[in-house]
């Protein structure tokens, strides 16, 4: 799909490869807010390709997302280190343009936040959403 140009935005992180579908340039250009799960280390390329994005980077500490690998059971004790080792790379230094949140809390809390910095960016508003937790 990359050489056919499928992909507004691709990567690869952690062993994968990683894409944005092509169309999220249609949606941006029609108005339309575009929410994208990326990788902190594309960060750099995603804000050239689109420099008014708003970046929200998902912080977790080391114990929680070591917790939340192995009940997934997707990694070998070798992957899952070397993913916290590269967390805590890609973790170093502040970027006044990024936002933080702390997804080391419940599910539920974290999408309060989320939603809570959205309204406050203006991105959406709040009436008809989810309650709040």
């Not at 249609?26 to 990326?38: I, K, P, Y």
């Not at 995603?46 to 970046?55: F, G, Q, T, V």
């Not at 080391?62 to 939340?68: A, G, I, K, N, T």
């Not at 809570?116 to 959406?124: C, P, Y």
Request: aromatic fraction near 4%; glycine fraction near 8%; charge should be neutral.
């Amino acid at each position: 799909m990359r050489p056919a140009g499928a992909f507004a935005m691709h990567w690869q992180a952690n062993g994968l490869q990683y894409g944005i579908p092509v169309q999220v340039n249609e949606w941006l250009a029609n108005g339309r807010h575009v929410l994208v799960n990326g990788s902190r280390g594309y960060l750099p390329e995603a804000r050239r390709l689109y420099p008014d994005l708003l970046a929200i980077r998902l912080d977790v500490e080391p114990q929680v997302l070591r917790h939340r690998l192995l009940a997934r059971g997707r990694e070998t004790a070798e992957q899952i280190e070397q993913r916290l080792v590269r967390n805590a790379q890609l973790q170093v230094g502040d970027d006044p343009g990024v936002h933080v949140l702390d997804n080391s809390v419940s599910l539920a809390e974290a999408v309060e936040a989320l939603l809570r910095l959205l309204v406050a960016e203006g991105v959406i508003v709040r009436s008809g959403l989810a309650p709040t937790v």
